[in-house]
């Protein structure tokens, strides 16, 4: 069994910073991508970002491109994703995710593997 337990969540004032990491338990963790998602109240869930195994590649929706990094250390079975510049608009439950393929995040997640249970963000204004 797969487990993923995020972290970092908490409350923030519009243009603070927030860092989310993600533990993943198990031996798979090198060799699979890794991603976050987001799903803010009365919202279908969003993709955020995603991170090759190798960390060749990143993805990242538009809505947050420039704003937020994904990272990960494999050595640690971590990932991480580093906000800056929060908005109002970034306020959800944020979602861990891992699966083999980079793609089954950024066409939208049905598909992903392995979810955490979810780390809460809050952005006033």
């Known amino acids: 069994q797969v487990h993923l337990v995020e972290s970092g969540g908490g409350s923030v004032h519009t243009g603070g910073s927030l860092r989310l990491s993600c533990a993943a338990s198990?031996?798979?963790?090198?060799?699979?991508?890794m991603g976050w998602f987001r799903q803010a109240p009365g919202k279908e869930r969003e993709f955020i970002a995603a991170?090759?195994?190798?960390?060749?590649?990143?993805e990242y929706a538009d809505s947050v491109k420039g704003r937020f990094t994904i990272s990960r250390d494999n050595a640690k079975s971590e990932v991480y994703l580093q906000m800056e510049s929060l908005k109002p608009e970034d306020t959800a439950v944020y979602y861990c995710?891992?699966?083999?393929?980079?793609?089954?995040?950024?066409?939208?997640?049905?598909?992903?593997?392995?979810w955490g249970q979810g780390t809460l963000v809050t952005v006033s204004s």
């Open positions: 198990g031996r798979f963790f090198s060799s699979y991508s």
């Open positions: 995710a891992a699966d083999r393929y980079v793609v089954s995040m950024t066409s939208g997640g049905r598909h992903v593997e392995y």
């Open positions: 991170i090759s195994w190798s960390m060749s590649a990143t």
